[in-house]
């Protein structure tokens, strides 16, 4: 199983980004995938998840309202808009996926948003 995160870059404060993650390989029916992401000197934060099976989300409180996750199942892919962006958003973003608990995480995509 392979994840391949793409779609960061700087933004002024305010601004939005999408961010993708592709999924490939062999992989069950049945798995979450979310977004995580560290910024330098912090420990890794997980922003928001999605289920496959049932579109079931979950965001973290300090992006709840400006970022939403969704997911294309026939292009296996997950997408992170992310709107409103604050400095404080600034982070490597890592896409993460878990099937049977096992976890799979895609190379990180890095965020910056200037004030």
């Known amino acids: 199983v392979q994840l391949q995160a793409s779609g960061g870059g700087l933004v002024q404060y305010g601004g939005s980004l999408r961010l993708s993650c592709k999924i490939s390989?062999?992989?069950?029916?049945?798995?979450?995938i979310g977004w995580i992401r560290q910024a330098p000197g912090k420990e890794r934060e997980r922003v928001a998840c999605?289920?496959?099976?049932?579109?079931?989300?979950h965001y973290d409180v300090s992006v709840e309202g400006r970022f939403t996750i969704d997911r294309d199942n026939a292009k296996n892919t997950v997408y992170l808009q992310m709107n409103s962006l604050k400095p404080e958003d600034t982070a490597v973003y890592y896409c993460?996926?878990?099937?049977?608990?096992?976890?799979?995480w895609g190379q990180g995509t890095q965020v910056t948003v200037s004030s």
């Open positions: 390989g062999d992989i069950k029916d049945y798995y979450t």
């Open positions: 999605i289920s496959r099976r049932d579109g079931g989300t």
């Open positions: 993460l996926l878990n099937a049977g608990g096992v976890n799979y």
